[in-house]
């Protein structure tokens, strides 16, 4: 009985062990999604499956995750030129990694009027005493530019962390950019980043975004902390 007793202790022991065992060593990170795509445009009535074109996960028990990479969501932003895409990737303990990027955006209807417009944007002709003129509609009575608001950039965290040798795109972290005239993609070519990172060598390293519309107006700066380990 005492022998009993004491194997019985053991198996427990055992089993208690290899419990602890596995949840330690449970997956529980979800794969990274890089984007190795710049020219990425979302038009109007495509196919979202183009969007993956260039899109990879990778994961760090189950490796190349790609296949399973797929648009979660897509969204028009309210100026029309740009397109919010959420990507998403699972490994085989299910967990979802997801990344949002803005990408340009096109319109059939905006691409139709552009042409029938002749590319004309926010320039006016004017006549006056049979004299044309070229006037900008941005412009107040005295010549002087009638835009003094400043872009606001929103960043999808102040601070990530990425493991050594991993893809870094600080765009990519910008949840939102808005301004009151210029567009999404506008604002998002004028994205001034400053700071030096290392993406092979571990480190915290801080990065500021600025942003500047097409009258000069410069956003506040935000600041993103990224660590590489």
């Known amino acids: 009985m005492k022998k009993f007793i004491i194997l019985s202790g053991i198996i427990t022991s055992l089993l208690f062990a290899l419990l602890i065992y596995i949840v330690v060593k449970e997956d529980r990170t979800a794969p990274v999604i890089h984007i190795d795509n ?10 979202a499956s183009l969007l993956l074109q260039g899109i990879t996960a ?14 979660g969501d897509l969204i028009t932003m309210p100026d029309g030129t740009a397109a919010k895409i959420t990507y998403l990737a699972k490994d085989s303990s299910n967990n979802v990694g997801q990344l949002d990027i803005l990408i340009p955006y096109e319109a059939v209807q905006n691409a ?4 029938d417009n002749g590319g ?10 049979g004299d044309t003129k070229t ?5 107040d009575a005295k ?3 009638a ?33 009151d005239k210029d ?18 060598q571990k480190g915290t390293y801080p990065i500021v975004l600025t942003a500047e519309d097409s009258e000069g107006n410069q956003s506040e700066k935000v600041s993103l902390v990224l660590k590489v380990e």
Do not use: C, H, W
């Not at 990425?40 to 196919?47: I, P, Q, S």
């Not at 139709?112 to 042409?115: L, N, V, W």
């Not at 006037?135 to 412009?139: L, N, P, Q, T």
């Not at 400043?150 to 601070?159: A, H, M």
């Open 143 to 145: 010549g002087q530019s």
């Open 147 to 179: 835009d003094k608001k400043k872009p606001v950039i929103e960043l999808l965290s102040t601070e990530i962390t990425l493991n050594k040798g991993e893809d870094f795109d600080p765009k990519a972290y910008i949840k939102n950019i808005s301004d």
């Open 135 to 139: 006037v900008d509609s941005r412009k």
């Open 112 to 115: 139709k009027e552009a042409s």
């Open 58 to 71: 990778e994961d760090d028990v189950d490796g190349d995750v790609t296949s399973t990479v797929m648009v």
């Open 120 to 129: 004309a944007g926010l320039q006016e002709t004017a006549q006056s005493n």
């Open 183 to 200: 567009s999404v993609q506008a604002l998002l070519n004028s994205v001034t980043v400053t700071g030096t990172y290392n993406m092979n």
């Open 38 to 47: 710049e020219n990425l445009v979302y038009r109007e009535g495509e196919d």
